[in-house]
């Protein structure tokens, strides 16, 4: 009697079990809390952002630029990094010279877009801001085209950490480009691009820093590889 009925309880228990996974699709019910979720955060980044707060100014800028939980919208994402510019938010300024470089969102001006990077590198030691100001100087757009200043701004933005400037400091040298030729430096700013292979090609595909060593390293004398080899042991521990 107590085996039958420990059975009976048995099989009550297994086929709860299985009726509730044969009518709860627990997908379904994680899709519906992500979308909850995710129109929670827009709204209340938008509530911020209306509040004036210059960080969710800059996020909702993002969201309409990429499209992120709301509909692509260039002209609302120029508004709100504009926003948060005026508001003093470095990456913000990075962002408005963007879209004043790109044209997206707002009429093209690369004199503007240089103002902005001019501010953020400038004012706030911003690294991308920097690197892109001396990008403007490398082509001439929207300021004198001037190899020094263009070697000064990346200079900035690569001893600030900028992968891509890192690179285009190697190139620099390299190449005599706003410096005097020095392969010694353009071998230790590729090695330093290199700690962190990914990022300067995410910059620009042709920042490959495996191929610019390989490259380099077939123009130097030997003495000038040795002690290349010398400076980026002792620097780049």
């Not at 911020?48 to 692509?72: H, I, K, N, P, Q």
């Not at 600030?160 to 285009?168: C, D, I, K, M, T």
């Not at 005097?180 to 330093?192: H, R, S």
């Amino acid at each position: 009697m107590i085996r039958l009925l420990f059975l009976t309880i048995t099989c009550f228990i297994i086929s709860g079990v299985t009726l509730w996974w044969a009518f709860d699709d627990p997908s379904a019910d994680n899709a519906e809390f992500h979308n909850e979720t995710q129109a929670q955060v827009v709204a209340r980044i938008k509530a911020e952002a209306e509040a004036g707060d210059r960080e969710a100014l800059f996020a909702l800028g993002e969201y309409y630029r990429d499209g992120t939980w709301v509909s692509v919208d260039k002209r609302k994402a120029f508004k709100m990094f504009f926003k948060s510019a005026q508001k003093s938010y470095a990456p913000a300024m990075v962002a408005a010279g963007k879209a004043y470089e790109s044209g997206e969102g707002v009429k093209r001006s690369f004199a503007k877009a240089a103002e902005w990077y001019l501010l953020a590198g400038r004012s706030f030691n911003s690294a991308e801001g920097q690197f892109l100001l001396g990008q403007m100087y490398f082509s001439g757009k929207g300021v004198p085209h001037d190899y020094d200043k263009a070697y000064q701004w990346h200079s900035k933005a690569a001893r600030n950490g900028h992968p891509g400037a890192q690179y285009l400091m190697g190139a620099m040298y390299e190449s005599g480009w706003g410096v005097p030729l020095d392969l010694i430096k353009a071998y230790y700013w590729y090695q330093k691009a290199l700690k962190n292979k990914v990022k300067p090609e995410a910059v620009d595909k042709r920042y490959n820093p495996t191929e610019a060593i390989a490259r380099l390293s077939g123009k130097m004398k030997k003495h000038e590889l040795e002690k290349a080899q010398e400076l980026v042991a002792r620097r780049l521990k």
